[in-house]
């Protein structure tokens, strides 16, 4: 968690810094944040299926995100 | 759509002639019930639409378009992996869940801006590459499904054995020679976000079974680093980072306490509580950035060092409580993490 709450700063610090303005960093690093919460539900709170079926897609769709940010990243 | 033109629109849509003419001209009591619940639910409508604009314009700068290969991967993979999970089958976790981690890294690469006079041109793309999921039925109407896989070998071919050597000969030492061989020399943030996603595949591997807990905590944890890096060197701004800080701190406070009465461990309960006095001593308008990040850092070991733990044994499908053991925990802490 000490790290995923660093990767969410950054991911807040690098915000509007964009060359190119791009809230997929910031969403998707709140989605890795927000399935790891749902990881933290399914171990000590409730264990269901649910959890997996929403902190899942976060942690997948959260990474799909993050790797679209590398389009504005030009070649030099 | 403006918001006049949405009001316009919405308004006229939902509200009957009938009703609007009707209210003027006949008893009231007749359409008053039928009238005020329009009325209402107009202004509900409204609300929550000027409550939701900014998030909408913000989130529309949003693209996963085009669909390149690794999105699809995923989202073929990631529905079958969710029933694997919920069938609780092994051979459908290890099938699905390195297929829909391929995904995030294939995505990555196709995302890369490609310059044409050093890579070769994927002709598959063309093929492979969509704007919308319509598409993609069109696509094999037109090519044919056989064809359509084999664009689909080439093209993941073409990313995975092309592209992907190119991240990594100038990462390496020899970057200047690289550089040299090739003037195409991606960008740290490029480096460190390819390394972090090929982290993040390798410890979605590891943790499938049990014996590759401890590789696969500390992939994902490297993994993390890695994105942390990325966007480190991409560029930090002290407001929005602060603004960050302040998200982060209202989780703390809010799992905090939510979390707290579940964990059953005392040593857990303790260094939770432990972090959530000195996160309430901390702060105050006089401490600096960095001691306030420091506490909500700390804050968030109490209560994620145990989450973290369960998050990357558990994650994506390994559980390391089985019954009433905790398997791995104890190790790696030098805990007694009995239940």
């Given at each position: 968690?000490?790290?995923i ?23 998707g690093?709140?989605m890795f944040?927000?399935s790891d919460?749902?990881v ?12 997996k079926?929403?902190g899942l897609p976060l942690y997948y769709i959260g990474q799909l995100l993050l790797a679209s940010?590398l ?6 | ?63 996963l378009?085009?669909?390149n290969l690794g999105v699809q991967i995923t989202a073929v993979a990631l529905p079958c992996l969710l029933l694997s999970e919920?069938?609780?089958s092994t051979l459908g976790r290890w099938i699905f869940k390195p297929l829909a981690s391929l995904g995030f890294i294939v995505a990555a690469l196709s995302y ?40 689909y070998?080439?093209?993941l071919?073409?990313v995975l054995?092309?592209?992907a050597?190119?991240i ?25 976000m390819m390394v972090a996603f090929v982290l993040g595949f390798l410890g979605d591997v590891l943790l499938i079974p049990?014996?590759g807990f401890?590789p696969g905590l500390t992939s994902f944890l490297l993994g993390h680093?890695a994105f ?83 998050d990357l044994s558990c994650h994506l499908g390994r ?21």
């Open positions: 968690m000490l790290v709450s660093g990767m969410v700063l950054t991911a807040f610090g690098s915000l509007t810094l964009d060359r190119e303005f791009l809230p997929e960093r910031f969403v690093a709140l944040f927000f919460l749902f933290a539900r399914q171990e000590f709170v409730q264990r269901t299926v649910l959890n079926w929403i940010t389009r504005s990243e030009h070649v030099h | 759509m403006s918001d006049v033109g949405w009001n316009t629109c919405y308004s006229s849509a939902l509200v009957p002639e009938h009703s609007r003419i009707s209210s003027s001209s006949t008893p009231l009591s007749l359409f008053l019930p039928f009238t005020i619940s329009h009325r209402s639910l107009i202004i509900t409508m409204d609300s929550v639409q000027a409550l939701a604009q900014p998030a909408l314009e913000f989130v529309q700068l949003i693209s378009a085009p669909f919920t069938a609780h890369i801006p490609n310059n044409t006079s050093t890579f070769v041109a994927s002709s598959t793309a063309v093929v492979t590459t969509h704007s919308a999921w319509a598409e993609i039925p069109k696509a094999i109407a037109s090519t044919g499904a056989a064809e359509l896989a084999k664009a070998f080439a093209e071919k073409h054995f092309n592209v050597p190119t990594a000969s100038s990462s390496s030492g020899a970057a200047a020679a690289a550089a040299a061989a090739h003037p195409v020399v991606h960008s740290t943030y490029t480096q460190a049990a014996r401890l680093a942390m890096v990325a966007f480190t060197f991409h560029g930090q701004d002290t407001v929005t980072r602060q603004k960050g800080l302040g998200f982060i701190v209202t989780m703390a406070a809010i799992v905090g306490p939510w979390l707290l009465p579940k964990i059953k461990n005392k040593v857990m309960r303790g260094a939770v509580r432990i972090a959530i006095v000195l996160f309430q001593k901390s702060f105050s308008p006089h401490n600096c950035f960095c001691g306030l990040c420091m506490h909500a850092c700390v804050l968030w070991i109490g209560c994620g060092g145990h989450t973290v733990t369960g559980c390391i409580h089985v019954g009433d053991q905790w398997h791995g925990l104890d190790r790696l802490w030098q805990l007694d993490l009995g239940p």
